[in-house]
């Protein structure tokens, strides 16, 4: 792992990219695989050709702003292990051709796993990327457009409360801040991360910082940095962003109350890994890194006191597709076991999580019943696995065994258009 000042600070982060052909686009794997559904995208999410997409973004105008004034909050966010209907929220692209009108409002059974719909919140444009306030008052999205921003979602009576622009292109991905108070989004298009408050009422203040990666210089044909993913570190210290563009995770403090990035390490995949999507080992010294354009994944090393990550050989997806794109990778609550969606071979990975989580122990793959599943996620308890499947429009459920790491379908996967993410609370 390098350390270095790789990031300038930019009030804007200049031109962002238009889509034009030969331009990497956050939608990028829209028939990369042939025979894909039109109007599919990358999510959480991004390629051309090889790793990226070939087709160019669909453009919209931005969201408008509006403001809220403080309201009463939703119920607390359930407990893991509580028994019956719980939420489900599910991500879209609302300017594709065949997407969703906007956020989509399920419920799961906890014990079954069966979905049922219960309708859209509207007014949320390409919410393609979705996260909750650790209170479970507020929901946030991210408005994958040329003109970044993301949105926040009163869940009690579905009021959206606004949105802010994020000064980037192709808002992609966001995480909830632990402490509640900021927001942390990142912007495939421009390759910038963001900063924005988060008011008593769940609403979104305006953007307290922007960073855009510029070092190390991406690679030949990446055309720039493609921040993927910008979360926090389970101890609370550090915020890192992770950087499809420039092959690189960079590690931030983040002053918790002026909402400042100042970075403090990267850390280097090897050339053309194309990294996309981190998660950690609820231990917190370990984490696990997806790379999309390389077909590999990654065990990290994590230090707390400094932020510094460093990362592992690549080892195997077991996809056995010619083309495969990992996407996203999800660990039990435990820290037994971890599991990688891919998309091209259209199966969910399963390893065994060893050595305190230091190690990775590929179990074999599962089919994902779906076609091209860009994200995934457990359910609080860890009992139950969901798949976005993109170019299927559907979600498909898994039961979790415990004892083994097995998956086994929970009934026929779930109707929703251009299906990008799925949130189970």
């Known amino acids: 792992m390098d350390s270095g000042t790789g990031a300038a600070r930019r009030g804007s982060p200049g031109p962002p990219e238009t889509g034009d052909r030969g331009r990497w686009t956050r939608r990028r794997f829209v028939g990369a695989l042939g025979g894909a559904a039109a109007g599919s995208a990358l999510a959480g999410c991004g390629g051309d050709g090889g790793p990226a997409d070939a087709e160019e973004a669909r453009r919209g105008a931005p969201p408008r702003q509006s403001s809220s004034s403080a309201a009463p909050k939703a119920s607390p966010r359930p407990s893991p292990g509580l028994s019956g209907a719980r939420p489900l929220y599910l991500g879209t692209y609302t300017s594709a051709e065949g997407g969703g009108k906007g956020v989509g409002v399920a419920s799961y059974d906890s014990a079954s796993g069966r979905i049922t719909g219960k309708g859209t919140i509207t007014g949320v444009p390409d919410p393609s990327y979705l996260a909750v306030h650790p209170d479970g008052a507020t929901l946030y999205a991210a408005n994958e457009r040329e003109r970044g921003a993301v949105t926040a979602v009163r869940l009690s009576d579905e009021k959206v409360l606004g949105s802010r622009a994020t000064g980037g292109s192709a808002t992609c991905h966001l995480s909830v801040h632990p402490g509640g108070r900021w927001l942390l989004s990142a912007d495939f298009g421009s390759g910038t991360v963001a ?80 990294p996309r999507h981190l998660t950690f080992h609820p231990g917190g010294r370990h984490a696990y890194l997806a790379n999309e354009a390389d077909d590999t994944v990654a065990v990290c090393a994590y230090e707390p006191s400094s932020g510094r990550l460093t990362i592992g050989r690549p080892q195997s997806t077991g996809s056995k597709a010619e083309t495969n794109y990992p996407a996203q990778l999800a660990v039990t609550p435990d820290g037994a076991f971890a599991f990688l969606a891919n998309r091209g071979d259209n199966t969910v990975a399963r390893y065994a999580v060893e050595a305190a989580g230091a190690r990775l122990r590929l179990l074999g793959t599962t089919p994902v019943e779906g076609d091209f599943p860009r994200q995934i996620a457990l359910s609080p308890d860890g009992g139950l696995l969901f798949a976005a499947n993109q170019h299927s429009g559907t979600v498909s459920v898994f039961r979790v065994d415990g004892t083994n790491g097995g998956l086994r379908l929970a009934g026929e996967p779930f109707a929703s258009p251009v299906a990008v993410c799925a949130l189970p609370l």
Do not use: N, W
């Not at 510029?214 to 101890?235: E, L, V």
């Open 195 to 274: 900063v924005h408050p988060i008011g008593a009422s769940g609403a979104l203040g305006e953007r307290t910082d922007l960073v855009r990666h510029t070092r190390p210089a991406p690679r030949p044909g990446q055309q720039g940095p493609h921040a993927h993913q910008f979360i926090t570190a389970p101890d609370g210290g550090h915020v890192l962003a992770v950087d499809f563009g420039t092959d690189t995770v960079y590690s931030y403090r983040l002053d918790d109350k002026a909402g400042t990035l100042t970075e403090v390490a990267q850390a280097h995949t090897r050339t053309g890994a194309g």
